[in-house]
């Protein structure tokens, strides 16, 4: 299969442990952690960015895959690397590994805040904190993992960084909400209401006296009408919504049309039918046909 090897990322063990570039098994466990780790965190980002999405595109799996080829000569670094198929006319991804990129860069930011005691960044899914405190678990107090994304300064995972994961994942805390459902009550006199967002419970939600016509209307309408909400929340320290503390933003939407989450995604689709027809068509097609395609439609000049 044609393509090509990217690195995403470089992972440097430090310690006596790993001396002479000697990477343990347990160093291993590591890599796979630190692998489920941020491929949870590009599948909660493209999520977040398709919220009317249910299913993952197709190959998603392959685009966050992390390979391990090589360990550098004089040290205990580890070079994570995508492979990237080499794009075609049937292809439907960027050329670059955009969602392991994304998700990488994430996780960088994450540890460079712990190791400066700031705050996590806001984009940051709190939900994922569990995962992230699960990494390094085998670090011993004078051990730690350099991260080298790019050209950004190296983050590093110690023994006291992750103890400071971990308290984020024993206590509730603090993130921004962006939830849209049906409201079905509501209190006026204490500005207060429920929105059922088609989890397993509803959640509670505040709400000013100006934005007491929205909330009225959505509950006399909840058949039709759904509420966008978008404000500050509470969650569990399993990252579980608990309740809307502040209401930045209320939209209100009323439609008869129910958009069908079970549906196969159009890329599926498109690739599906790509398949049924012969190669030999395919290399029929002009080489330069994305560069001008209204030559070959409308008859212009090529550019």
Known sequence: MAGKWKEVVRLTFKGERFRDHALD??????????????AETAKTLWRAANPDRERLPSHFEERVRLCLRRIEDGSATAPLEV???????????????????????????????????????????????????????????DEAV????????????????????????ETPHEDRVEIRGEVFEADVKKGRFQLWSGEDTAVTAVFTP????????????????????????EYSPQGKLLRVMQVDELRLSTSETHYDKSARPIEDLLEELAREIPQEEWDKLPSDLNDNLDHYLYGVPKQ
């Open 83 to 141: 492979f990237i198929e080499e794009k075609d006319q049937t292809a439907f991804w960027e050329p670059e590994p955009v969602e392991i990129n994304e998700a990488v860069k994430l996780a960088h930011e994450v540890y460079e805040a712990i190791g400066a005691d700031a705050q996590l960044p806001e984009r940051f899914p709190r939900a994922l904190l569990p995962e992230y405190a699960r990494w390094g678990q085998s670090l011993d107090g």
């Open 210 to 233: 100006e934005q007491e016509d929205q909330v009225t209307t959505a509950l006399k309408e909840h058949k039709t009408a759904r509420m966008f909400v978008k404000g500050s929340g």
């Open 25 to 38: 098994l347990q160093a291993l466990s590591e890599l796979s952690q630190f692998q489920k780790m941020v």
């Open 146 to 169: 350099e991260m080298q994304v790019s050209e950004k300064k190296p983050a590093y995972l110690t023994l006291a960084n992750r103890q400071k994961l971990e308290k984020f994942v």
